[in-house]
């Protein structure tokens, strides 16, 4: 059985009729739709690794500029087959118990489109800072579309102003936290950790199971989730890899 949050996009990828998905059921899968994700039982056979590799190279990969995402023991071999790139550890962290925290002044809420223009100049720098750039028109359809969607939420003053922004993607009752962001200029005010809580006892409230990634060497993010209940799980190791 797939580890359904640690590894949140193989089970959409199985669903998604567009993407590449394959497993043996018992050890391993690997899906791929933008990226590849590889999940794996710990303690995975020599042989194993070996089988999965294989199928790895004749069925998901390309010759060239293939993202791949698995636990280290995979990417240690995987790095003897060719040449990798770009390589990021991401913590996977998930809440079981929230801690209560004091709220900055505000609220909760959800965008409307007398927002869309500034959260649309928000993801283009969200996104120049993953050093992807998405230009404005898009990064406005993108918008719209989370506001449709119906789980993008802000933190607003009690004036109305909005100062940050966070969206989920909930499959199978597990919900995955991401699109985290407050513009420099509303930093270290304590909005962003009053987001996360409150979508987090959102989420729990209604039975759904909060998780997210973070970069690991991103210390004060890890240590802003970890005072809300968050707990390290485990780190997934992501990198450009090519034949």
């Known amino acids: 059985m797939i580890d359904k949050k640690r590894f949140f996009f193989l089970p959409i990828m199985e669903k998604d009729k567009d ?9 391993y899968a690997i899906g791929k739709s933008n990226v590849i994700w590889i999940w ?8 194993k690794i070996i089988e999965m590799l294989n199928i790895l190279e004749k069925t998901f990969l390309t010759k060239n500029n293939n993202t791949i995402t ?19 550890e991401l913590c996977y962290l998930e809440c079981n118990h929230l801690r209560k925290i004091k709220l900055s002044s505000g609220f909760i809420d959800k965008p409307n489109y007398s ?23 898009d990064s406005l359809k993108e918008v719209e579309n989370w506001i449709e969607d119906n789980t993008f939420y802000v933190w607003r003053e009690n004036n109305g102003k909005i100062v940050c922004m ?11 936290i991401s699109y985290v962001y407050t513009p420099k200029e509303q930093r270290n005010r304590g909005y962003c950790k ?15 199971e909060p998780m ?3 970069d690991y060497n991103n210390i004060s993010a890890n ?12 780190i997934l190791i992501c990198f450009d890899f090519n034949l």
């Open 19 to 27: 993407s590449i998905y394959m497993t043996d059921t018992n050890n």
């Open 40 to 47: 794996n039982k710990e303690n995975l056979s020599k042989e």
């Open 70 to 88: 698995c636990r280290k023991e995979i990417y240690d071999e995987i790095k003897k087959r060719g040449d990798t790139s770009n390589k990021k």
């Open 115 to 137: 927002d869309k223009i500034m959260l649309a100049n928000w993801w283009q720098d969200y996104s120049k800072d993953l050093s992807q750039e998405i230009n404005y028109t």
């Open 166 to 176: 966070a969206n989920y993607w909930e499959n199978e009752g597990v919900a995955k």
């Open 194 to 208: 009053s987001l996360i809580h409150e979508l987090t006892k959102l989420l729990m409230d209604k039975g759904i």
């Open 212 to 214: 997210l990634y973070t």
């Open 223 to 234: 240590r802003a989730y970890q005072s809300l209940g968050y707990e390290n799980k485990e």
